[in-house]
């Protein structure tokens, strides 16, 4: 393994260990202003960092490997406990890895695995028992019916016709 190998791999380990998700201090030792890419050290990956929300590959490349994936991790983000790759992997019917999401109706029932920690996702990943129980269909019908633009418009109008006036 080369320097830059073992360097990055220490740092995945570092944030893997002490299940470290964001915290400004931490963006702005590691992250900021910095992109790389750590493809090469996991078969059939594609991971890379950006300096910065937006700053990555551009929307084809982007909706390209969607397309063509069945996993995506989506943490949580720096600043938010969200992220839009959340939504868009489950527009692509992907199973969604990710952390604890935020208790509101939207996400109830969500066809997602949550891991608690990070340091899980080897035997997650590795579980196909698990993996095999997600479908892409019901991943999408999911999307459709709570996320997309006409399911949070249909939960936002059932909302307001619920209040008087």
């Not at 030792?29 to 990956?45: H, W």
């Not at 949580?76 to 109706?105: D, W």
């Not at 997602?112 to 196909?128: F, Q, S, Y």
């Amino acid at each position: 393994m080369n320097k830059k190998a073992t360097l990055l791999a220490r740092l995945d380990n570092f944030l893997l260990k002490n299940n470290l998700r964001g915290g400004n201090r931490l963006y702005e030792c590691c992250f900021m202003n910095k992109s790389f890419d750590i493809s090469s050290l996991y078969d059939n990956a594609y991971i890379r960092f950006y300096s910065g929300f937006n700053n990555g590959d551009d929307y084809n490349k982007y909706a390209y490997y969607l397309q063509n994936s069945k996993i995506v991790l989506s943490p949580k983000g720096f600043h938010s406990t969200e992220c839009f790759r959340f939504y868009e992997a489950m527009r692509q019917g992907c199973i969604v890895i990710t952390e604890e999401l935020p208790k509101v109706p939207c996400y109830k029932d969500a066809p997602c695995i949550i891991i608690n920690k990070w340091t899980d996702l080897p035997n997650t990943i590795n579980n196909n028992q698990l993996l095999d129980s997600f479908s892409s269909n019901e991943i999408k019908n999911f999307y459709d019916k709570m996320l997309s633009p006409y399911g949070i418009a249909k939960y936002v109008f059932n909302i307001l016709m619920q209040k008087s006036f």
